[in-house]
């Protein structure tokens, strides 16, 4: 079995994570972040119907597809549409820490997709890091993806627009 530095550090970074599950964005919390700069962006989807996150410029939509690939796709300034991101890049852990699922992305038009799919399960942890250029900081998002449906807006609760 061959273990990378890069899988020990990404499993270093999803422990914690994983133990601590409701406490939330320890000191990061994003919805505050959010609404502290960027008034309405909390609360909004993305074009795709994904959850806009604005940690990096451009801003990006997170977007789990129908085959629970992950769209990553960065957004003009009004957060309405793609735009073209040269140079972006972003790699993923995710699901249960004891099997891990490491994913890489690749550019799909304007938007970066994943490797592979998320692992089973309506609620799956997740540590996104992405760059939305080449010479950009590195970002990480530490995610709790959860793929039920909200029982009052058209998205599943990960992308949910209502305040709840
Ligand atoms: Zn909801
Ligand atoms: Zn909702």
């Given at each position: 079995?061959?273990?990378?530095?890069?899988?020990?550090?990404?499993?270093?970074l999803?422990?914690p994570f994983?133990f601590a599950e409701e406490k939330g964005h320890e000191g990061h919390d994003h919805?505050d972040h959010?609404?502290?700069?960027?008034?309405?962006?909390?609360?909004?989807?993305?074009?795709?119907?994904?959850?806009?996150?604005?940690?990096?410029?451009?801003?990006?939509?997170?977007?789990?597809?129908?085959?629970?690939?992950?769209?990553?796709?960065?957004?003009?300034?009004?957060?309405?549409?793609?735009?073209?991101?040269?140079?972006?890049?972003?790699?993923?852990?995710?699901?249960?820490?004891?099997?891990?699922?490491?994913?890489?992305?690749?550019?799909?038009?304007?938007?970066?997709?994943?490797?592979?799919?998320?692992?089973?399960?309506?609620?799956?942890?997740?540590?996104?890091?992405?760059?939305?250029?080449?010479?950009?900081?590195?970002?990480t998002e530490k995610?709790?993806?959860?793929?039920?449906?909200?029982?009052?807006?058209?998205?599943?609760?990960?992308?949910?627009?209502?305040?709840?």
């Open positions: 079995m061959k273990i990378t530095n890069v899988t020990l550090t990404a499993m270093a999803l422990t994983l919805d959010d609404s502290a700069t960027h008034d309405d962006v909390a609360t909004i989807a993305g074009p795709n119907g994904g959850k806009v996150f604005t940690s990096t410029e451009p801003h990006f939509e997170f977007f789990v597809t129908k085959k629970r690939m992950i769209r990553l796709t960065f957004l003009d300034k009004d957060n309405k549409a793609a735009t073209p991101a040269e140079g972006c890049t972003a790699s993923a852990v995710s699901g249960d820490r004891s099997s891990p699922t490491k994913m890489t992305f690749t550019k799909d038009g304007d938007s970066l997709i994943s490797d592979k799919p998320l692992p089973e399960g309506k609620k799956v942890p997740m540590i996104l890091q992405l760059k939305s250029a080449a010479d950009a900081d590195n970002v995610l709790n993806i959860d793929l039920n449906s909200c029982s009052t807006c058209a998205h599943l609760e990960y992308a949910c627009t209502c305040e709840h």
